[in-house]
């Protein structure tokens, strides 16, 4: 009868110490990026294999179909962590409660579109969603924006949701620091995960600058500075920058769509680390605000810096020396981001 009670009691408490369930949202949800990212999240690769999750899929109206499919493909996978799926089109019904907002949804820039056009569109809808986030999410969601101009998309958000810290908002630049992180990796034939420490600074845009300077590569089980296993300055001061810039773009013309899968890695990668940390001795690529940083960046931008996270939140990794060559590129992308942050803010204030 002991042996019973006992046996009860376990069951008993092992089924209250399951974790509450954390809502998770992603916009623009009947997407390619959408598509390739749910099922990660939906089976535990971001959040935790324990962690249960609700997924909220917020898009416009006339993508409701599509999303009613999405949401028969989640049901069909029998993922045990998936408690509950939410399609909808109401920034209400999205953004209630929030433990996690990722922004996947923006307007894309159409042919013959002024990038001053681009702006002014993609103001509307962050400043609806950081209005959003203000007046329905938790306070401690934690936001990513990816959405082109993410950077400045992230800023409006944030700007426009005053009571949520800025610090809990940024902008995906995971996928260039995979891409930068990659191509040193192929150039020395190592893995990837033997580069580590390579930088994204600045916009997530052709003038971010993947930078190498401080990154180090494990060659023959000894880690040696990224310039030294590479054996090719001209090449690491040249075309792997051109190529790390421009891999979007090269994307694109290969498949007559944009960056997908490896764009929904890096979200998930980018949530990981901000859930669980980052490992010591690394830092990762975040696009977060620019408020007391060490380099110079103009302070009320959203820039992409190396950050260590730990307990859920963020430092900027300080103190690295910075060259003339990393300097002059450093500062073209953030002449770049206050461009558009100034442009953003004229429209936000109509």
Not at 213 to 239: I, Q, R, T, Y
Not at 320 to 341: C, G, H, Q, W, Y
Request: glycine share 6%; hydrophobic share 45%; aromatic share 6%.
């Amino acid at each position: 009868m002991l042996t019973l009670l006992t046996a009860m009691y376990i069951v008993v408490r092992a089924a209250s110490s399951e974790a509450d369930p954390i809502r998770v949202l992603v916009t623009g949800a009947a997407g390619q990026i959408a598509y390739s990212l749910l099922y990660s999240i939906a089976k535990g690769d971001v959040f935790g294999k324990d962690q249960p999750i609700i997924l909220v899929l917020l898009d416009i109206p006339p993508m409701l179909p599509v999303l009613d499919g999405v949401v028969m493909e989640l049901q069909d996978c029998a993922l045990p962590l998936l408690r509950e799926v939410i399609p909808t089109d109401k920034v209400e019904v999205g953004f209630k409660d929030l433990d996690a907002a990722i922004l996947v949804g923006s307007m894309p820039r159409k042919e013959g579109m002024e990038r001053k056009d681009l702006l002014k569109a993609n103001v509307a809808i962050f400043k609806t969603q950081g209005a959003a986030l203000e007046k329905y999410a938790k306070k401690t969601v934690k936001v990513l924006v990816v959405g082109n101009p993410a950077n400045t998309n992230c800023l409006i958000a944030s700007k426009s949701a005053p009571s949520i810290p800025k610090e809990n908002f940024s902008c995906l630049t995971r996928l260039d620091h995979n891409r930068a992180r990659s191509q040193v990796a192929m150039r020395c034939g190592v893995p990837a995960d033997a580069v580590k420490n390579v930088i994204i600074w600045g916009n997530h845009s052709s003038t971010q600058y993947p930078d190498v300077h401080h990154a180090m590569v494990k060659v023959n089980s000894n880690e040696v500075p990224a310039f030294d296993a590479v054996k090719d300055d001209s090449w690491l001061k040249g075309d792997f920058i051109s190529t790390v810039q421009l891999r979007g773009a090269a994307v694109i013309k290969a498949r007559k769509l944009s960056s997908a899968m490896s764009a929904a890695k890096a979200i998930c990668d980018h949530m990981r680390d901000w859930w669980f940390g980052t490992l010591d001795g690394e830092f990762m690529s975040m696009g977060v605000y620019a408020g007391g940083n060490s380099y110079g960046i103009p302070e009320d931008l959203i820039y992409s810096f190396p950050v260590h996270i730990k307990n859920k939140s963020w430092t900027i990794h300080d103190g690295l020396p910075i060259n003339d060559f990393s300097r002059a590129k450093m500062d073209a992308t953030a002449a770049e981001l206050v461009e558009e942050r100034d442009t953003a803010l004229s429209f936000l204030s109509q």
